[in-house]
Every structure is written in structure tokens, then in C-alpha cells.
């Protein structure tokens, strides 16, 4: 999964989101990118998650630190930042969080570190960023996903499996990236450079998978605005490439025989969890990518753009573990494909505007999913294609009285070849992937929020019908059935009252029930959760800050999964959600 901070890719590490990864303290912003702007974006760029991170101080310096405790898991984090009032600005900004704890279910241990830092820099009308990340969990333990009598019964409940084969990870990942801009407005020069490494060490059921990884890239963007044709107009082009090598080793899972157990070939030495080598193989991906784009300032305020973007992703296996009765996995795959995208807006009124944007998106495999063949053979998977999306958004957004800001749009989205994830039988813990056909998505997105006279209101809804037009899986054809995963209806609200610096906030989650098989025989159940806190927050004005808050989670303590991990095996779909908890919260700084 392939994140933009800054405009610097990041990568996930797997099964990892972006909230667990990156710094939380350093965030200034998150914006979803659609239409013509994700042509910037590249591989499977049908929408980008844009985190921005917050910017520094503008006092020499200033810092805060942040406690929360809750549900047997602690995180503290402290942060400090501050600029130099010099004729080259500069500023820098530096955050720490350390999180740690046992969670309410059996067998969910987690310790992790991470920590961020960015300097800005002026020369000579050049502006400079140098940005760093490290991000470090030495124990993240693998509770499991429950069946539906578990769910019903005890959602603390573990998966035994996973406790008797200490199914774990252990996961380091650092970043550093270095990016330059020149100009402002409608001419521009951007270029940037990132490099990283992770090492994953991942005991799971059915073996212990061991990575180690090296990522780099650059990219480059220049754009201009002339008025030659009789519009304003902005043209921009650029080109990115990214190159990923992974040096990937998986040993039999041991940690459940005995030491007094008589030796076997997977399990040499009994008592040691590390068992007999199944996997050697050097993995890489590198991607390419061109575009461009033009936008169109065009009369009685209405805007157009397009855009076009060619993308070549390679991949290469180099398989090293080969013996008389395993033969040689080593392969080359090159994947690649021309997205072309349209958008128009039209500001209505100076508070209100309307838009339509066409768009179509490329997505590969990851490499990861590539070499996850559902045989635990080596090499890359020939059979398993790329993604690839066609979509038609339409939708508004304005404000209303100057008090109500709403968002309204619209979406049909056509498949082909859509990525679907499935347990493999027998060999609990393994994930592989195949194509649907054909799938199509419809939906409706909306949100709202308000000022109010003693506080604010918001509210967001989304109704989805999302399908398998074509889908066959040996002698099954799921037509018709809905994709797992996704709810037809989804809907949060929340209210929150303010009085002379204290507030307290009551939100409401719901939604419809979720099918967790391409077949559509299981589900799990709808669910409305709701969630209390209050507390006090610090004026503008001070210079010390000193802001606690206590909440509830799951108030009513409703037992319902928050997810659910399709096609499982041996019935295991639900991941439950937290069962009520209760945290208190402490942030304190001085400005």
C-alpha cells in the first residue's frame, strides 16, 4: 500500500495502515485526491490519501507533550518545533511517540517507536525540505480474527493457533527524503529524492516469513501558466520512478514442537522456533511514470482540465533456493498501461461549486502479493493481472449561510480484473490473490458540518453498491453477489458543546451489514457504536497549554466486528471491535 506525505511515497509496511505508521503528532493535514490531480500520483492513483505534515512554530522555538492511557495501552508522545528569523527562513520540527501495552484480547501485545523530524530552508529563493522517519516495533502480537460463536460469546478471545504458533511481527523501517521547489503560482519547479530500508521478521502459522528491504526514488514537476490561447491556462508535466528490492527468506514455523520431540526434516532441532528453509528468493519492483497535464481557466467561471499518464512497473524474481526436486522460480514480469483523465468545474456562486471528472487508474500487484502463490511455490505469479478502473464522479460542495459546509457527490466505477485477497486451505495464516472479471461500484458520498451558536454538528453518509458482474472461481460463478468488505450503508455524526474552553463530544458510528465471502454466505452483523469524551482545550491566546480529557469507547459495549478478513479459512472472518473503554488523555506545552 503506497501512501503521499508531502508528495514523497511512502511504504507500509505489510498489513500496517497509515495511522499506524506514520508519526500522529506530526500531521498537519490529510486531503483525498480525485480526478485529474491523482495523474500525479501515478500507480493505482484512482485516489491518493495527501497527509501534510503540520507546520512549525513561527517562535524560536516551542514544544508539547501528550499522554493517553486506556485499555491496558499507553502512548505518550512529545513534540517541538520552532523557526529562525533570519532573511533564508528556516524551521524545523521534531516528534517522538512511544506506544506500548497489552490490548483487551489475549495475545496482543504491542511495542512501538516512531519518530519524525523535518527541517525547511530558504536559499537563494530555493526552498529546501530534509524530512526523516523511523519507525520501530521489536513485538506486535497476532491475535487473530474469531468466528461468529466466539464474536457472540467473548471477542477477547484469541485465535489458539496463532498463540501456539507465537504468530507475531517485528517490524524497523527508516526514511529520509530530500525535496527542492522553485517558484510560486502558476510556474513551478518541484524535484525530490527519498531513500528507505525495513526488515520484517514475521512468524505466522504456516511459517516464518523474513524481509529486508531497500526502497529509492526521484521525481521531478514543472509547471507554467500562459494566457496565449486567450484562456489562462496551466500546463504541467513530470516523471517519477521508484525502485523497491526485497531479500525474502521463509523457515518452518516450529514454535509448537516440543524439544523432547525426535527431530524431523522441517524441524531439525525441536524446541527452536525457527525451523528448515522453505523459501530464498530477491524480489524487485521498479516503476516508471510519465504525464502531463493541462488546466483551462475558462469563461463564466468554469475550469477544465486533463490529463494523461503512462505507467511501466518491472518486476524480477531471482530465486535462490534450488535443489534437485526444487527447481529453478526465477522470473520477469513487466506490467504497464496509458490512464487518461478529464475533469470540468463550475463555481455556481462564490461559496458554491459543482463538478464532473472521468478517470481511469492502473493497479499492480503489489510484489508482495505477486510472490504470494497459493501453491507456497517461489517466484512471481503469471496468472494474477493488474487492476484496472474506469470511473464517473459527479458532485457539489459549497456553504450554506456561512455556517454549513456540505459535500455531495456521486460515483460508478467498472472493474476489470479487480484484486480479490482469499486464505489459502490448509495453511492457515498464508494470503493469495486472484482476479474477479469484471465488478462495478456505485455510490452516493455525502458530509456536512455546522457552526453552531455552542459548539459544531457534522455528519457524513455513504451508500454503496458495489458488485461482481463476472466472477468465476472453478465451477462457482459469483454474479451478482456483493463485493466482501464493503457495508451498502455507512454513516458517523458527531456533536460537540464548548463553554469558556470546555467541551465535550458525543459520535455515533453505523453501519449495514458486511459479507465476508465472495459467495455471500456469511456476514457479519450491522452495528451502531457510539462514544463519549470531554474535556478542556486551551485558549489561542495562551502561551501555556495544559488541556486534559477523559472518553468512552463503545459505550453501550456492543459486541460487533469492526472488520472482517475475507475468504478466511477454518471460519475465522470477524475481527472484533474494542469492547467499551474507557481513556483519559493529557497534552500540556508551552507555545
Avoid at 527519498?194 to 521531478?220: C, E, H, K, M, Y
Avoid at 457527490?409 to 485477497?421: M, N, Q, W, Y
Wanted: hydrophobic share 40%; charged share 20%.
Amino acid at each position: 500500500m503506497v501512501q503521499v506525505a508531502d508528495g514523497i511515497p511512502i511504504t507500509l509496511p505489510d498489513g500496517q495502515t497509515p495511522m499506524d505508521w506514520l508519526d500522529l503528532e506530526s500531521i498537519g493535514s490529510v486531503e483525498l485526491v480525485r480526478g485529474t490531480a491523482a495523474a500525479l500520483y501515478g500507480n493505482a492513483a484512482g485516489g491518493v490519501v495527501d497527509f501534510k505534515s503540520r507546520d512549525a512554530a513561527h517562535a524560536p522555538a516551542a514544544g508539547e507533550a501528550r499522554i493517553w492511557d486506556g485499555g491496558g495501552v499507553r502512548r505518550i508522545s512529545a513534540l517541538a518545533s520552532g523557526s529562525v528569523p533570519t532573511r533564508d527562513s528556516v524551521s524545523w520540527l521534531t516528534s517522538f511517540t512511544r506506544t506500548n501495552g497489552n490490548g483487551v484480547r489475549t495475545w496482543s501485545r504491542l511495542d512501538a517507536t516512531s519518530v519524525f523530524a523535518r527541517t525547511l530552508a530558504t536559499v537563494a529563493g530555493t526552498r529546501l525540505e530534509l524530512q526523516g522517519t523511523h519507525y520501530d516495533t521489536p513485538r506486535a502480537e497476532n491475535t487473530g480474527a474469531l468466528t461468529a460463536a466466539e464474536l457472540s460469546s467473548d471477542p477477547s478471545l484469541p485465535d489458539s493457533l496463532n498463540i501456539t504458533k507465537h504468530s507475531r511481527k517485528a517490524v524497523r523501517q527508516s526514511q529520509v527524503s530530500l525535496s527542492a521547489s522553485r517558484g510560486q503560482g502558476g510556474n513551478a519547479l518541484n524535484a525530490s529524492v527519498f531513500t528507505g530500508t525495513r526488515s520484517l521478521d514475521n512468524p505466522l502459522p504456516f511459517a516464518i516469513v523474513a524481509v529486508q528491504r531497500t526502497v529509492a526514488g526521484a521525481s521531478v514537476r514543472g509547471s507554467m501558466r500562459t494566457t496565449r490561447g486567450g484562456w489562462p491556462t496551466r500546463l504541467t508535466a513530470g516523471a517519477d520512478a521508484q525502485r523497491q528490492r526485497d531479500d525474502r527468506v521463509n523457515y518452518e514455523n516450529c514454535a509448537d514442537v516440543a524439544a523432547i520431540v525426535k527431530p524431523t526434516a522441517k524441524c531439525p532441532q525441536p524446541g527452536t522456533e525457527r525451523g528448515a528453509l522453505r523459501l530464498d528468493q530477491q524480489e524487485q519492483a521498479v516503476g516508471v511514470g510519465v504525464y502531463a497535464r493541462a488546466e483551462v481557466e475558462a469563461p463564466h467561471r468554469v475550469f477544465a482540465s486533463v490529463a494523461l499518464r503512462r505507467d511501466q512497473v518491472a518486476f524480477r524474481v531471482r530465486d535462490r533456493f534450488i535443489t534437485a526436486t526444487n527447481l529453478d522460480d526465477s522470473g520477469l514480469r513487466t506490467l504497464s498501461a496509458v490512464s487518461p483523465m478529464a475533469a470540468v468545474a463550475w463555481r455556481v456562486a462564490p461559496l458554491w461549486s459543482m463538478y464532473a471528472n472521468v478517470s481511469t487508474a492502473f493497479e499492480t500487484p503489489t510484489i508482495t502479493e505477486l510472490t504470494n502463490k497459493d501453491n507456497g511455490a517461489a517466484g512471481l505469479n503469471d496468472s494474477l493481472a493488474p487492476q484496472r478502473t474506469q470511473t464517473l464522479e459527479v458532485g457539489m460542495q459549497g456553504v450554506i449561510a456561512d455556517r454549513v459546509r456540505f459535500e455531495l457527490a456521486t460515483f460508478r466505477a467498472t472493474v476489470r480484473d479487480e484484486l480479490v485477497p482469499f486464505d489459502v486451505p490448509n495453511a492457515p495464516g498464508r494470503r493469495a490473490y486472484r482476479n474477479a472479471g469484471r465488478t462495478s461500484r456505485s455510490g452516493i458520498e455525502s458530509s456536512a458540518r455546522a457552526s453552531l451558536p455552542f459548539g459544531e454538528a457534522g455528519m457524513a453518509y455513504t451508500w454503496s453498491r458495489f458488485r461482481f458482474d463476472t466472477y468465476v472461481v472453478g465451477s462457482a460463478s459469483y454474479a451478482g453477489k456483493p463485493i466482501p468488505g464493503v457495508p451498502t450503508h455507512f454513516a458517523q455524526a458527531w456533536l460537540t458543546a464548548r463553554h469558556n474552553g470546555w467541551f465535550s463530544t458525543l459520535e455515533a458510528t453505523a453501519s449495514s451489514r458486511v459479507s465476508a465471502d465472495d459467495a455471500a454466505t456469511v456476514f457479519a452483523s450491522g452495528f451502531a457504536a457510539w462514544a463519549l469524551r470531554a474535556g478542556y482545550a486551551s485558549r489561542n491566546a495562551s502561551r501555556f497549554t495544559f488541556d486534559p480529557s477523559v472518553g468512552i469507547d463503545n459505550l453501550f459495549d456492543r459486541h460487533y466486528a469492526s472488520a472482517v478478513v475475507i475468504n478466511a479459512t477454518r471460519n475465522r472472518y470477524f475481527e472484533p471491535a474494542l469492547r467499551r473503554r474507557v481513556y483519559v488523555a493529557l497534552r500540556t506545552g508551552i507555545r
